[in-house]
């Protein structure tokens, strides 16, 4: 096909209209006359910028130069060097700010379409049954990582591509953390995306034990001391949500993000063969401007409600991605910036019956470099909704922490760790991901596990 080098190959989108009724993904992904068109724009850079924008440092080009070529099982071995779960970052990554954000193409144009060629590639090998590449031989060490999130997932399969026997506890009936009950079902498929790179990571010879609570079924010190494992990496994420302590957060119809996007997800309630409640509502408030309010508030669309997106600041501040917001809008969600909740009402019977809220305007910049929004005197006004989802990020879990002998921790419950290779004030126990840094992206918290796993290889190698 003809290419302008100047502008990306367009990717194919389901309709707004039409994809607000269902839970089908909403990129369609390239074909592979589309991949290799775009693949044929990169410039090769000698110095490639690209790989110093993604935090698990992707040979870019190289796979991109097989894919040229039309070589699409070479272009997945490269990328499955560096990546563990490569048809999750080509749909959830945000590339537009980093891989993408460097491109040199980008100057004098569109960037490069990395995300998209990265899925391309992942999802051709799957229907393929390309694999990773598996370990020779153990070299005799075991590690326990806990929790099978991005940072699990990532740090266990390059630990096993190392040799090392690895064993992932994951305390939920699924393996895949967030990617498994925190991303939509039309951003993320399960069956097809998720489970097929766990089964990929489990290919390399991990084990995965469900259902198992670290804190409570065993300790990271019995790990150590009684169960014969070498190192220890947690990798538990941050599910613990926060709320505005407003008053009416305790009624009926309000929801953490977290909740409610489990609900749907893990437990399936958007489909109406599974028996898992979940109140819908006619008329949904999402409190929050991220890419898990996006994700809150296009759910309980797609389950027949109308729906705000109440956020304090502008547009210009909303912390989610760009393509997300533009995906929001399009489906008709409605979006009610520079406002502030400041109660939820609340009927006899316990149900929420609106939320009081007022207008914001920005002042002067806070700590985060962002403009503070100040309330705007006698602009209260109350919302029509029966349904609020509070989307205000998470915390870790103390449970592991509490629980362990000299692992420290910092102010806000999160366990303090290396950035370099992700060693803990405990010795042979290493963290890293969104139990370490609070709710982050998918890809920061697989750098964090591939930084650690390199720790963790440096720590047992001198032994």
Do not use: W
Not at 13 to 31: I, S
Not at 200 to 206: E, F
Not at 217 to 246: N, W, Y
């Amino acid at each position: 096909m003809e290419v302008d080098v100047l502008k990306r190959v367009p990717v194919r989108e389901q309709e707004p209209k039409v994809r607000a009724t269902n839970f089908d993904e909403v990129c369609l992904g390239y074909n592979k006359e589309e991949a290799m068109a775009e693949a044929t724009r990169c410039l090769q850079c000698k110095n490639p910028q690209c790989v110093k924008g993604c935090p698990v440092n992707i040979n870019i080009p190289g796979f991109i130069k097989e894919l040229a070529e039309g070589k699409v099982e070479d272009a997945y071995h490269v990328i499955s060097e560096y990546s563990a779960l490569p048809a999750v970052c080509g749909r959830v990554c945000p590339q537009e700010s980093q891989c993408e954000a460097k491109c040199i193409r980008g100057i004098k144009g569109d960037a490069v379409s990395i995300g998209k060629l990265e899925r391309f590639v992942a999802d051709t090998a799957r229907e393929e049954g390309i694999k990773p590449v598996k370990a020779e031989k153990l070299n005799g060490k075991k590690v326990a990582v806990i929790g099978s999130g991005p940072a699990g997932l990532t740090c266990a399969g390059d630990l096993a591509k190392l040799g090392y026997e690895v064993t992932i506890f994951e305390a939920l009936h699924k393996a895949g953390g967030v990617l498994s009950y925190g991303i939509p079902e039309f951003r993320l498929p399960k069956s097809k995306v998720v489970d097929s790179e766990v089964e990929n990571v489990k290919s390399l010879g991990v084990k995965i034990e469900t259902n198992v609570v670290i804190g409570k079924a065993t300790t990271i010190d019995e790990l150590l001391d009684e169960e014969g494992f070498d190192a220890v990496f947690i990798g538990s994420g941050a599910g613990l949500p926060r709320f505005m302590g407003i008053p009416g957060e305790n009624a009926n119809g309000v929801f953490s993000a977290n909740e409610y996007l489990t609900r749907s997800n893990l437990m399936k309630a958007f489909d109406d063969s599974y028996a898992t409640p979940i109140s819908a509502g006619k008329k949904v408030a999402v409190v929050g401007g991220g890419n898990v309010a996006m994700d809150a508030a296009r759910t309980a669309l797609r389950l027949g409600a109308e729906v705000h997106i109440v956020y304090r600041r502008s547009e210009e501040e909303l912390p989610a991605r760009v393509e997300e917001v533009h995906h929001a809008k399009e489906e008709g969600i409605v979006f009610d910036l520079l406002t502030n909740p400041t109660e939820i009402l609340v009927d006899e019977e316990g149900n929420v019956k609106g939320m009081t809220c007022i207008r914001m305007e920005l002042g002067e910049p806070d700590e985060s470099g962002r403009r503070r929004p100040v309330e705007v005197a006698g602009s209260e006004f109350t919302l029509d909704v029966d349904t609020v989802i509070m989307s205000l990020g998470t915390s870790p879990n103390p449970l592991i922490s509490s629980t362990t002998e000299g692992l420290d921790i910092n102010k806000r419950k999160c366990i303090v760790a290396e950035e370099v290779n992700g060693q803990t004030s405990k010795a042979k126990v290493y963290a890293g991901g969104d139990a370490v840094t609070g709710a982050a992206t998918v890809i920061l918290a697989m750098g964090a596990g591939k930084a650690a796993a390199k720790g963790i290889d440096e720590f047992l190698s001198a032994q």
